[in-house]
């Protein structure tokens, strides 16, 4: 019987190896279009190539590399430093771009998007995601998340919109060009500009340092029909020292409305305005 070991270790080395196989990246040549199923594909720094598609592999591309559109159904995709592509879609997988990488929209179901410091994109689309950037980057268009919470930090522009459903938003030295609009989550802006309205219905606001609203600040009414559950308590609205609204505080519902006594703002309605002079009320 002793000859049989020989065989079968012969034949579990050679269904590992096939396993590897499976396994392996595939690595494009210049120009060439990627279309595979489970395999994840590395494109080599400096190298451009076409259309990459895959099922559940994940894409890498390295320093410099460059491609056309991507997408994955539950594979990440990340754009190392200096890298761009197309259009990014995936189903379930994350988008990372390295510092100074770029690409065109990215669309995710729920993967999360990390954006490095000098990233640029023209415009992201998320289910449940996060949005998480590093400082300088650039968002040619709008960010639209569902419960994704969206952070970005100095320098950053997003040039449309941030609209969240429950997601947070929280920026420090940023310029929203347009509007953001949450339905329950927590807006905390920290030396930042917004070049139209800040609406939510349920979140609380925070204007801290020298941030600026140009349009209206908005606790809107909640958009429900027949029986409505929320929460009871009364939304927070805070405007801290250096901090300004250039249109119309319109309270819809109970809230709290604390202006410091040095901000400025101008007309109000639907509530009460409570100074206060420290820090924080």
């Known amino acids: 019987m002793s000859p049989a070991l020989p065989r079968l270790t012969l034949s579990c080395t050679a269904l590992l190896f096939a396993g590897a196989a499976l396994a392996a990246d595939v690595i494009p040549a210049a120009g060439e279009n990627i ?3 489970s395999k994840s594909v590395r494109v080599p720094a400096g190298i451009a190539v076409g259309v990459i598609d895959t099922a559940s592999g994940d894409v890498l591309l390295e320093s410099g590399a460059i491609s056309r559109n991507i997408d994955t159904g539950s594979g990440g995709v990340e754009l190392a430093s200096g890298a761009s592509a197309g259009r990014i879609d995936t189903g379930s997988g994350g988008v990372r771009l390295g510092a100074d990488a770029q690409c065109g929209v990215i669309d995710t179901g729920s993967g999360g998007v ?58 420090t030295g940023v310029t ?50 027949g029986w409505c559950w929320s929460d009871d308590k009364a939304t927070r609205v805070v405007i801290g020292a250096g901090a300004s609204v250039g249109g119309e505080i319109r309270i819809e519902h109970e809230a709290e409305l604390w202006v410091h006594e040095q901000a400025r703002i101008g007309r109000v309605s639907g509530a009460e305005v409570r100074r206060f002079s420290g820090e924080r009320p």
């Open 114 to 171: 990390h954006l490095g410091n000098g990233a640029k994109t023209e415009a992201i689309d998320t289910g449940s995601g996060g949005v998480y950037g590093g400082e300088r980057v650039v968002v040619d268009g709008d960010i639209d998340t569902g419960s994704g919470s969206v952070r970005l930090d100095a320098g950053s522009i997003v040039r449309g919109k941030i609209d969240t459903g429950s997601g947070e938003v929280d920026l």
């Open 176 to 225: 929203v060009e347009r509007g953001i609009d949450t339905g329950s989550g927590h807006v905390t802006l920290v030396d930042s500009r917004v070049g139209r309205d800040v609406v939510s219905t349920n979140g609380e606001i925070r204007l801290e340092g020298a941030s600026a609203v140009a349009g209206d600040l908005v606790i809107r009414k909640s958009r429900c029909w």
């Open 35 to 37: 279309d595979t199923s």
